[in-house]
T-cell receptor, first 110, second 112 residues
Framework: SQTIHQWPATLVQPVGSPLSLECTVEGTSNPNLYWYRQAAGRGLQLLFYSVGIGQISSEVPQNLSASRPQDRQFILSSKKLLLSDSGFYLC?????????FGSGTRLTVV | GQQLNQSPQSMFIQEGEDVSMNCTSSSIFNTWLWYKQEPGEGPVLLIALYKAGELTSNGRLTAQFGITRKDSFLNISASIPSDVGIYFCAGISNFGNEKLTFGTGTRLTIIP
């Protein structure tokens, strides 16, 4: 069966520090992968999606970047975090009938 | 870009009551999905709808894909405490392009 792993679960980082969040998928090949951000009490905003290795599409201009070094690995990064980068980050992989989400990473930038 | 308007934003109901929420869009979607998110967790898929007019149930949950393909509703019958959470509608507009557009969410609180 397909599973999606996301880590870490929580992260507190100072402003200006780098960021790396990792997401891996098991049990499927060549998945469509997505990074979403959810501000407190708000809906989900699509940040990046990838249809294959090295293929990244950005939905909104921002301080973050994404990479897909392997088929089932999707990484969200930043060189220098801003306070506004705080939020709940969700990785998801796409299926024909919708998405399966990871358990999320709560990032607090202080 | 596409937007999904979800209402109500929040609901406070008593245990045992029925719940109804809906999503509307200015553009057509080919697939409608309803998710539930509990605190600190990722959203979990509840119901998927693929055809205009389709009515689908999952236990106490019932959802419909509007005939115009621009709206969908979710009903929960006889609510129980574990129904608490945020419910999101989501739509897929293009076959082969699985990007989901999410609604703003409905926060459901159950009063004992």
């Amino acid at each position: 069966s397909q599973t999606i792993h996301q880590w870490p679960a929580t992260l507190v980082q100072p402003v200006g520090s780098p960021l790396s969040l990792e997401c891996t998928v098991e049990g499927t090949s060549n998945p469509n992968l997505y990074w979403y951000r959810q501000a407190a009490g708000r809906g989900l905003q699509l940040l990046f999606y990838s249809v294959g290795i090295g293929q990244i599409s950005s939905e909104v201009p921002q301080n973050l970047s994404a990479s897909r070094p392997q088929d089932r690995q999707f990484i969200l990064s930043s060189k220098k975090l801003l306070l506004s980068d705080s939020g709940f980050y969700l990785c998801a992989w796409g299926q024909g009938n919708g998405y399966t989400f990871g358990s999320g990473t709560r990032l607090t930038v202080v | 870009g596409q937007q999904l308007n979800q209402s109500p934003q929040s609901m406070f109901i008593q245990e045992g009551e029925d719940v109804s929420m809906n999503c509307t869009s200015s553009s057509i979607f080919n697939t409608w999905l309803w998710y539930k998110q509990e605190p600190g967790e990722g959203p979990v898929l509840l119901i998927a709808l693929y055809k205009a007019g389709e009515l689908t149930s999952n236990g106490r949950l019932t959802a419909q894909f509007g005939i115009t393909r621009k709206d969908s509703f979710l009903n929960i019958s006889a609510s129980i405490p574990s129904d608490v959470g945020i419910y999101f509608c989501a739509g897929i507009s293009n076959f082969g392009n699985e990007k989901l557009t999410f609604g703003t969410g409905t926060r459901l609180t159950i009063i004992p």
